[in-house]
């Protein structure tokens, strides 16, 4: 696989690679609704809910996910409005913990 640029492996240990640009448009294309951040290697998407109450629930249930996972969502609400950004900052930038996360933070969201 060519890995361009920004991936590394030090003293054996395996480090969070960032996706390849094949990989990126796979991720993308099967991602409905997440797009590319401008002037940053991140994904982010915007979910609009019926109320604050609908909102919040959402988010309570990405936190635990997360924090399950050990990779978290950056994130601003204001009332029925989440906007969720994914990186990892591990490798600066997008790796697969943020595909895997995308899709299940659609998944839970029902958009
Ligand atoms: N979240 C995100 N989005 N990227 C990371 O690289 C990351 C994280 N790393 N959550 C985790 C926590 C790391 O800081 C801890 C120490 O495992």
């Not at 997008?94 to 996360?101: A, E, G, I």
Request: one cysteine or more; glycine letters at 6%.
């Amino acid at each position: 696989m060519h890995r361009p640029q920004g991936v590394s492996r030090q003293r054996g240990m395996a480090m969070i690679e960032k996706l390849t640009a094949e990989e990126r448009a796979t991720a993308l294309k099967e991602l409905s609704g997440w797009n590319l951040v401008e002037g940053r290697d991140a994904i982010q998407r915007s979910f609009k809910f019926k109320n604050f109450n609908e909102a919040w629930g959402f988010m309570t249930r990405v936190a635990l996910m997360a924090e399950k996972a050990d990779h978290h969502p950056e994130w601003f609400n204001v009332y029925n409005r989440v906007d969720v950004l994914l990186s990892t900052h591990e490798c600066n930038g997008l790796s697969q913990r943020d595909v895997k996360l995308a899709r299940q933070i659609s998944g839970i969201s029902n958009q």
